[in-house]
């Protein structure tokens, strides 16, 4: 059964083992975020972390918990979207991507599952009062500074919402979109919304402000593990992320109305933050930001948004997460999205075999391809295609080797790169768009990117001489040592 709630899903990884409980007072203004940072550091990105007991900024207690690295290792990513491994989830996809109408009666029945299965995913509205409306506050009630957000880094401009479910429709063809986007607390009802121009949200909120337009927003903290995660995922524009996570726990997202605006909530959500963009206000200073990177994000104009409701449930549980220097709790989300996403990837490029964005990568820096090799050129052909497809046109470094390259190993990746390459030859580099926090590029949002070419080289490429092979020892000889290994008394780490 799926994770309806963050509190389910929280007494699972308790369960498994993975959760620590912190009773301790610990400060909200940093302490947290440096236990947090220690814990996914260590092996495995460490446990689960639930702090009872969370210092706000005036030193009072704050009614409610803190839950943070709740996704931060490959066995708690599998909890929440419910498989044993994350290749399942993709493997459905291609599953459903193959779908192809069999010849004859029982053929046709056997279909029949599978497309019971895609009408289960729209989410579905709930009636009467959910629970994430069990307490509503509104007006002059609304007082963000009760709430434990975290100030993640010393230098950071206050306090952050960081796991946050933000909600916006697009205002021309009324497609709801669920991005996750950091977001600065400014006041007791104001926040400063970073939405950077390639995402979704933004594009909503230009379009609304030129028509001049009021944009109501929802910022949604915790509900179901899968709709969590699914705000996190590059999906098209015109695909719900709510059907996505629907998809994904084959069950729907319960949703409910927003109390003071035209949208739908995730009915388990914790805690709900509802308000509007006012298209003639002024934008607001927001930042620095210590951020995914592992450097400090810079000061820039974002929009204002008031707040206009706090909805809850009862003794809401607060989820957060921690970005920083790699390896952090987001390197395992990432990591579900390369899993899921890679059955979609084939579709343009069917000749990849795998691929793997490493975690000092931090997503968009490096990737890891292995192709099934056909032609001279075809790495090229490849890196080009990537940097065609969505947020993997922000990808800096791109590394093409041959399909029996494990490229989830990234010592085994650049051992044969490095030592596939010639530089000058096989070295590629392209102008287009780069990531927005990318601070070493020639321009805001502008730079080059650089391709590498680390297959085996033809004829036609250039290369005259006899490529060698890699170095294995023979089948024989290593069932003989296994066999043998045993009595050696050689015991290895």
């Known amino acids: 059964m799926p994770h309806d709630n963050l509190r389910d899903f929280l007494e699972a990884v308790d369960r498994s083992g993975e959760l620590v409980r912190i009773s301790q007072p610990v400060r909200a203004r940093l302490e947290v975020a440096e236990i947090a940072d220690r814990a996914m550091k260590s092996a495995g990105g460490g446990p689960a972390l639930l702090f009872d007991r969370v210092t706000l900024e005036n030193g009072e207690t704050s009614r409610y918990p803190v839950a943070i690295n709740i996704f931060g290792s490959m066995s708690r990513m599998c909890l929440a979207l419910g498989v044993d491994n994350l290749d399942a989830i993709g493997d459905r996809i291609a599953d459903l991507l193959n779908l192809k109408v069999p010849e004859g009666l029982f053929g046709k029945l056997s279909m029949l599952p599978k497309l019971a299965e895609i009408a289960k995913f729209p989410p579905r509205t709930k009636g009467g009062t959910p629970r994430c409306q069990d307490i509503v506050l509104r007006g002059t009630e609304v007082n963000l500074d009760d709430i434990p957000f975290l100030v993640t880094w010393p230098k950071d401009a206050g306090r952050y919402i960081t796991l946050p479910m933000v909600i916006t429709n697009d205002p021309s063809r009324g497609i709801r979109n669920v991005g996750m986007y950091r977001v600065q607390v400014l006041g007791r009802d104001t926040l400063a919304m970073h939405w950077q121009r390639h995402k979704v949200g933004a594009a909503h909120w230009r379009e609304m402000a030129a028509r001049g337009e009021t944009m109501p927003v929802v910022i949604a903290l915790g509900g179901d593990p899968a709709s969590i995660y ?225 297959t085996r080289k033809w004829k036609e490429e250039g290369f005259e001489r006899e490529w060698p092979e890699r170095i294995e020892m023979d089948a024989d000889t290593k069932a003989a040592i296994d066999t043998l290994w045993p009595s050696l008394g050689i015991r290895l780490s």
Request: charged fraction near 20%.
């Open 230 to 454: 699914a705000a996190t995922a590059p999906l098209p524009p015109t695909i719900d992320e709510f059907i996505f996570a629907g998809f994904l726990r084959k069950a729907p997202v319960e949703l409910a109305r927003a109390v003071t605006c035209d949208l739908e909530v995730p009915a388990q959500a914790e805690i709900v933050l509802e308000g509007y963009i006012d298209p003639a206000e002024d934008l607001v200073l927001e930042g620095p930001f210590g951020d995914h990177t592992g450097f400090y994000s810079l000061a820039d104009y974002y929009p204002k948004v008031h707040v206009t409701a706090v909805t809850m449930q009862k003794s809401p549980v607060y989820p957060a997460t921690l970005v920083g220097r790699p390896p952090m709790e987001d390197y395992y989300l990432g990591h579900a999205t390369e899993r899921i996403f890679l059955p979609l990837l084939r579709l343009t490029v069917p000749e990849i075999v795998d691929y793997h964005m490493p975690a000092p990568g931090i997503f968009h820096n490096l990737v890891f391809v292995s192709i099934d090799k056909q032609y001279p050129g075809q790495a090229y052909k490849v890196m080009n295609a990537l940097w065609g497809q969505g947020l993997m046109s922000l990808a800096k470094v791109i590394i093409v080797v041959d399909r029996e390259v494990n490229v989830r190993d990234p010592e085994e990746a650049w051992w044969v790169a490095l030592n596939n390459i010639d530089p000058e030859r096989d070295v590629r580099f392209t102008p287009g768009p780069v990531d927005v926090l990318d601070h070493a590029s020639r321009g805001f949002t502008f730079g080059t990117k650089m391709g590498i070419d680390a």
